[in-house]
């Protein structure tokens, strides 16, 4: 399926998202091994340092890219790929709440601006929302 990466921007977002999951996915894979360190801790920060990373390179996208058509997708990517910060948070529910809500804002400026135009926009839109669904 042909999704709605047409740019440079888009293809450097997305591979930044797949190394901000590979960044949480070894990050957990630590934690389930070891003593859980202080947050504010040198051990702490060097075991996120790949996972802000990526998550950086992300936002930074979006940042640099706020002029192109493609803003809105890559709002809505960085919004949900923030979430993954959710191992900073002491309230971690709300804090993903808030950040997939924001995600689903720039979703629905997507599904309204190309709606009856161009189904791999609004197929992109379904797929990372129901990536960052909080529903079951």
């Not at 859980?36 to 702490?44: E, L, T």
């Not at 192109?68 to 709002?75: F, T, V």
């Amino acid at each position: 399926m042909h999704l709605a990466i047409t740019s440079l921007a888009d293809l450097a977002q997305a591979t930044a998202v797949v190394g901000a999951f590979e960044a949480q996915r070894q990050f957990l894979l630590i934690t389930t091994k070891a003593k859980c360190p202080d947050m504010g801790s040198a051990v702490y920060m060097e075991l996120i340092k790949d996972l802000q990373e990526e998550m950086t390179k992300v936002d930074d996208i979006r940042q640099n890219n706020r002029g192109s058509p493609q803003k809105d997708h890559l709002a809505m990517v960085a919004d949900g790929v923030g979430a993954l910060a959710w191992i900073t948070d002491p309230k971690p529910a709300e804090y993903v709440a808030e950040l997939f809500g924001g995600a689903q804002i720039y979703g629905n400026k997507i599904l309204k601006e190309y709606k009856d135009r161009f189904e791999s926009h609004n197929q992109l839109r379904i797929l990372f929302q129901s990536l960052t669904s909080t529903q079951g």
